[in-house]
């Protein structure tokens, strides 16, 4: 089944785990934080230090790109066999902000090993996820008596992902031809729980968009006028309470058209998983379930699209009371989108309800800012199955599917690069993203690189599959 | 029908107008604002000025009333008949903010008489309206040749209207023997327009609560947890979507208990008055009506219910995007009562309709601030009819009704005082109260001062009625 000898790549893996570990800490170390402009020096070094570690892991080429905000880094390591497939990882180097009053029982930028795990700001999200496929090739090469990977390999690691991927788009369009590619692999997700390992098969897809409601001129005397003239938070609340029918179904015309349903097939894997209800509830920091009818709490946030308000104002909102009618009113919508749905054809569609929905005497505008597609590949995709088959050797267990509900650039990658988009993620929900004293399984770090030193094997001899 | 030779009181007013005048300019330079603290003393002074004015006018007893907040200013003129019946006059000494650059093309505080109009900060809300009494009873006595009024005369002008009246009412119940009364002559509203007397016949009342949601513990990602979860800005949205029905009615069950319709006269009333749709859309600073199905315009401000919303927040309302469900969102919502209606059922309606709106998972606390009562006078009220015919021999035209849509501490003053409240106002819409360049028009200033020369005698003379 496979050309690499699993205990091979075992022992080189157990041999050079502390290297890889010095070297991953070392990384941690800089606080590669786009959003904050003091830390504009530490994401470019962050990317000076990975290129040069990706050329001192071989690959031949190791750039550092420039966007108009941070750098990101390319490299590349092409095959022997000119006919072997090509392979595009994704990951990012920024870490989101991080500060010990926020919480962090040590410094988040001074790792910490502590048992199973290591301690750090960017350790799973997204440094560890990145690094552990430097070791991987390596592990690779070794077992496969190869000097160059059974694959074209490329990566592709960005430095805004924490900030919104702002310049991504443009820099993928901008190296289409470098960045060409047959299938991405995207090490930025997790998979269901430490002894659950799954793979992800797609990510909704996102539109977003404001909507400023217009009444009187200025805010006027709720009682000179009040019951006499439209009032706009009044129009903007009645938008919001129409998004939904009474089946917590969107109730915007067109908005399900072109859908790719779940089969029936993706509906019994989702139920396989071992869903607890009252823990997922805890992760969701709420005390009920709520979505659309006829789905599952699974389904309703990897498989079904949504609408829901992200922000809402208008009128007074500072202490006491205002007897006003305000002149304004504001609504921040955001569409989760999945396989089938097209950003265009859901603003024009929200656009349309949204002009029918407002009352005679109020003016809107609506902005959309930039969308991100939904993306998903197949269950039988034949590269999804070498993702699957070479995380099963590394965990020895059966692998499931799961899906994930927010978007990412992946889907630019998708869209831009025309290629299926694979997950290999082995964070666990534990792990902390964006809080106070995120981690990584350490055990779980070494079965992402055993699974990255299986991949391009795996890949390499999987039937190629037009697209 | 009257003991007053009109005659005679106008020429009164024509001799003694130039020192009313000069000493309404006096009273007007004092920058008695009541919300800022830097004009506390000019407050203090404002009442000091006219509790001297109102003894120099002739009133045995004026004094200042100390609240909590700024002096109120009480004067008593016993009439020599202990039969008479006892009027309270209302007004305010203190006026809303006013800067040379919110738009004044005078300095607020220096008042400047240009033609008919006198431009200032108070000189029609409210200076100018309590100080046409101060001319008024000495033109009534010296035209009846009485030493004291007709009436048993007292005057109460609060010092903080302009700041909520937030002690007024317990300044009222603190003195109930002093202020007790037969009538309120509330001397703080307008008339419907210069070519058009018109008297008040009531108030609209206020509730006003403020409904807190909370949905999860903390903002959570809308695409790991969107369409799974209950939004508390949705919740929020449908809540004030659900406030009226497609009639525009107040959906809140028990909301129209024990209201008193307007009966036909009064619709016809209403009706007959010179209402132009375009113009008052221009004072609303609105582009279109809207408002319960069956009723005017007028009908609507004056004399039916409202719930509006002042007030609505919720999740990320700052530039750009941020994909989260809230942790909360928040309502202010007013309700506007008539007659009939009582604060505290409102309250226990609103209450429990709230309670039933809020879905599964989202919890909510209601807060009510102070409430106001609504307050009406019958049309046939002997009262109101002295009123009517002391206005319609001032101004020699036809004297038509109006309503007032605000809410306001007469409602205090006849709930706790238990005595019906009628309006003297010569106010125009045009005099720009709370806006810059306030003025007050000459001559229906005088037109004040006049009907308040003949109010006390048709006061005197109408019938007592048990209220």
Chains 1, 2 share one sequence.
Not at 115 to 134: E, I, M
Not at 171 to 186: F, I, K, P
Request: aromatic share 8%; proline share 7%; net charge negative.
């Amino acid at each position: 089944m496979s050309e690499t000898p699993d205990s091979v790549v075992r022992t080189y893996i157990e041999n050079h785990r502390a290297a890889f570990l010095d070297d991953l800490v070392e990384w941690l170390r800089i606080p590669s934080v786009s959003a904050q402009p003091e830390h504009t020096a530490d994401v470019r070094r962050s990317a000076d230090w990975l290129a040069a570690k990706l050329k001192a892991t071989g690959f031949p080429t190791a750039e550092v790109w420039e966007t108009p905000g941070a750098p990101a880094v390319f490299a590349e390591w092409p095959s022997e066999d000119p006919d072997a497939p090509t392979v595009l990882v994704y990951g990012h180097h920024d870490v989101q902000p991080a500060a010990r009053e926020d919480g962090w029982d040590t410094e988040p930028f001074e790792p910490v090993i502590r048992g199973n795990r290591l301690q750090a700001r960017g350790a799973a999200d997204d440094k560890g996820q990145v690094f552990f496929h430097t070791l991987g090739v390596r592990a690779h090469l070794a077992a496969t008596g190869r000097t160059a990977p059974a694959v074209h390999l490329k990566m592709l690691i960005e430095g805004e992902e924490e900030s919104g991927s702002p310049h991504f788009k443009a820099l993928v369009e901008g190296h289409t031809e470098r960045l060409a590619t047959d299938a991405v692999v995207v090490s930025d997700t997790g998979m269901w729980a430490e002894d659950t390992p799954t793979v992800c098969t797609g990510m909704r897809g996102l539109a977003e968009c404001e909507i400023e409601l217009y009444g009187p001129d200025q805010d006027i005397h709720s009682g000179s006028f009040g019951g006499a003239v439209p009032n706009p938070a009044t129009a903007a609340a009645r938008l919001v309470a129409a998004l939904h029918d009474e089946h917590a179904r969107v109730a915007i015309p067109g908005f399900y058209d072109g859908i790719i349903e779940l089969t029936d097939r993706e509906r019994e894997l989702f139920a396989e998983l071992p869903f607890d209800e009252e823990r997922w509830l805890r992760t969701a920091k709420s005390t009920a379930t709520y979505g659309e009818a006829g789905h599952t709490t699974l389904e309703r946030v990897w498989a079904r699209p949504t609408a829901e308000v992200n922000g809402i104002g208008g009128g007074y909102q500072g202490p006491g009371s205002k007897t006003i009618i305000p002149s304004s009113a504001m609504v921040k919508l955001s569409f989760r989108l999945v396989a089938g749905q097209d950003p265009d054809h859901i603003e024009k569609a929200v656009r349309a309800w949204t002009a029918e929905q407002i009352p005679l005497g109020i003016r809107h505008e609506i902005t959309f800012s930039g969308s991100t597609r939904p993306c998903l590949t197949p269950l039988d995709h034949p590269a999804l199955q070498s993702v699957v088959r070479a995380m099963g050797r590394a965990f020895q267990q059966p692998v499931r599917y799961t899906r994930e509900g927010g978007s990412g650039p992946a889907a630019d990658l998708q869209e831009v690069l025309d290629a299926p988009v694979l997950f290999l993620g082995i964070s666990v929900p534990s792990d902390g993203w964006h809080a106070p004293n995120e981690k990584v399984e350490l055990d779980l770090l070494l079965k992402g690189v055993e699974t990255s030193a299986y991949l391009w094997g795996e890949l390499a001899e999987s039937p190629r599959q037009a697209h």
